[in-house]
């Protein structure tokens, strides 16, 4: 048998890649010589120039490389499907001072609501002991992978011995990962849009704790996906009925004729984490 089938045996099991490889391309062009040529912008490959990259013309690609590169990874560590926690950045865990109370009401109402952190981070932890049936490839926890709610759904998590996801987004503030999200599933996103098909594209149940323009925007993308059918329903579910239903009137959209009346049975009211994982468990039949 000759050397080369030898080795093409021998390599059977690996895909046959004949053109070269971009990255041995990338640092062959940087060991290049230094002349104007070589140093001029337009010489650079054009997957390495990050101008280029990033110019406006460009967008539609960075779009995509978004999408793909949080896909990729997460196919590749075998995420099957999550539970999804919404929820507000400034709502401090228990005996912690608010961060971002402008006034003492705001102190105050900010204080009372860390009783939303330990339901969230209890109930991340019912998902993280289920997943753990399903070798954590389902039900798999993520969150936007900040402060406040999200650190309690990713700490809830780490704490019953699950993986556990962080989607960030590049923000002025609150957008340092928290430290509880599993590093080789913490992501980080430029674009609202992508980041949210991601936290639909697996989710199983979503679960939604008080929050402000971020989480309505996230609850309403996934109550408009599930009422007009474009995704299967699954549980939503929202914690601290008190505090929904003095912001949004649900009944009010329904009397006017915006939606129907059928479309607020969407919308699963709890207090506590044991309520909300009995809904999972009820819609599932497990």
Same mark, same amino acid.
């Given at each position: +048998? ?15 890649? /004949? ?15 230094? !002349? ?35 896909? +990729? ?8 499907? !999550? ?21 003492? !009401? ?43 709610? +999200?650190?309690? #759904? ?17 923000? /002025? ?40 323009? #971020? !989480? ?14 474009? +995704? ?55």
């Amino acid at each position: +048998m000759s050397k080369r089938r030898q080795e093409a045996r021998g390599q059977q099991d690996k895909v046959w890649e /004949p053109l070269k490889d971009s990255t041995a391309d990338k640092h062959a062009a940087a060991a290049q010589p230094k !002349t104007p040529q070589t140093q001029s912008p337009s010489y650079r490959l054009a997957f390495a120039d990050e101008e280029f990259l990033c110019s406006k013309e460009l967008r539609p690609v960075r779009l995509q490389l978004e999408l793909a590169k949080t896909e +990729m990874i997460l196919s590749e560590k075998g995420i099957a499907s !999550t539970v999804v926690l919404f929820g507000g950045a400034r709502i401090p865990a228990p005996g912690q001072k608010p961060w971002a109370a402008h006034n003492e !009401t705001q102190h105050n109402n900010l204080q009372a609501a860390s009783v939303y952190y330990d339901e969230a981070r209890k109930f991340a932890a019912l998902c993280g002991e289920y997943s753990a049936k399903f070798d954590h490839k389902e039900f798999v926890v993520v969150t936007g992978g900040g402060p406040g709610v +999200m650190e309690a #759904g990713n700490r809830g998590a780490t704490e019953a011995g699950a993986p556990t996801i962080g989607l960030n987004i590049m923000l /002025p503030h609150e957008q340092a990962p928290n430290p509880y999200v599993t590093p080789e599933l913490s992501f980080n996103f430029h674009y609202f849009a992508i980041r949210k098909m991601h936290f639909m594209m697996r989710a199983k149940a979503v679960a939604v704790f008080p929050g402000g323009f #971020g !989480t309505l925007d996230e609850m309403f993308e996934a109550l408009t996906l599930i009422q007009t059918k474009r +995704m299967e329903r699954i549980p939503l579910i929202l914690f601290a009925e008190k505090f929904w239903r003095s912001i949004i009137n649900f009944e009010a959209l329904a009397d006017f004729g915006t939606i129907a009346p059928e479309d607020i049975e969407l919308i699963n009211f709890v207090e506590t984490a044991d309520e909300a994982w009995k809904v999972i468990q009820e819609f599932y039949e497990d």
